[in-house]
C-alpha cells in the first residue's frame, strides 16, 4: 500500500484569490476575442495551432497567416512580460497588469490593431504568475490544467497525494471558465464595454498585486 505524501503547506489565500482572479481575467478576454474575431483565440495557441495546421492543409493562405502572425505575436507578449517582469523586480507583476490595461483600452479604441493587442495582453499575462507557493501555475494552459487535475485525481484515489493536489487544478479550470461565461455574457448584453470591463479589472489587480505574497 503506498505511503501517502505529506501535506504540503496550505497556500496563502491573497495569493490564491489573486491568481484566481488572473486566470478570470485571461478566461474574459479569450471569450470576448472568439467572439468578436470568429473563433480567434489570443490566450489558446493549442486552438491557434490546430487552426494554422488546417489552414496549411487547406491552402488558405491568408488565414494560415493571420494565424502565425497571432502566435509569433503572443511568444513576443511573453518575451515582453518576462523581460519587464525581470528588470521590475517587485513591481513586476504591478507593471505588466498596467501595460494590459493600457493594451486592452488600445484595442478598444483602435480597431484596426484589436487583434494584436489582445494577443501581446494575453503573453504578457502569461508571464506575470508562475509559481504560487510551491505549486507550478498555468494562468491560459487549460489542457495543461486538466491533465494535473486527472493525475491529481489519481494520486488522490490511490492515497499517494493530499486532495489540494488536484483541488487546486480544479479552481484554475473553474476560474478561467468563470472568466469565459463573464466575457460571453459582457459581449452579448453590453458590447460596447466588454474590453473597457477587463481593463478595469486589470488596474483593479495592479493596485494590489506589489502586497501580495506567495506570487512570483
Known amino acids: ?6 501535506t504540503p503547506p496550505a497556500l496563502p489565500l491573497p495569493a490564491l484569490s489573486f491568481t484566481l482572479a488572473l486566470v478570470a481575467l485571461a478566461g474574459y478576454v479569450d471569450a470576448v476575442s472568439y467572439l468578436r474575431f470568429a473563433g480567434l483565440f489570443v490566450s489558446f495557441m493549442s486552438g491557434n495551432t490546430t487552426a494554422l495546421g488546417v489552414a496549411v492543409a487547406h491552402e488558405n493562405a491568408a488565414k494560415a497567416g493571420e494565424v502565425d502572425g497571432v502566435i509569433t505575436l503572443f511568444v513576443a507578449g511573453v518575451a515582453g512580460g518576462s523581460l519587464l517582469h525581470r528588470r521590475a523586480g517587485a513591481w513586476g507583476n504591478t507593471l505588466i ?7 486592452l483600452l488600445l484595442a478598444h479604441f483602435l480597431p484596426p490593431a484589436a487583434i494584436a493587442s489582445l494577443v501581446l495582453a494575453m503573453g504578457a499575462l502569461n508571464a506575470s504568475v508562475h509559481q504560487v507557493g510551491s505549486v507550478k501555475v498555468s494562468l491560459t494552459f487549460v489542457t495543461g ?8 485525481l489519481a494520486d488522490w484515489l490511490s492515497g499517494a497525494a493530499p486532495a489540494q493536489d488536484w483541488l487546486w487544478p480544479v479552481a484554475l479550470w473553474l476560474a478561467f471558465g468563470a472568466g469565459t461565461l463573464g466575457g ?16 478595469g479589472l486589470s488596474l483593479a489587480l495592479a493596485t494590489v498585486a506589489r502586497r501580495v505574497g506567495g506570487v512570483r
Open 184 to 199: 460571453g455574457a459582457a459581449w452579448l448584453h453590453w458590447l460596447p464595454g466588454a474590453l473597457p470591463l477587463a481593463a
Open 145 to 152: 490544467t486538466l491533465v494535473r487535475f486527472g493525475t491529481g
Open 97 to 103: 497588469l498596467i501595460l494590459i490595461a493600457a493594451l
Open 1 to 6: 500500500m503506498p505511503t501517502p505524501a505529506p
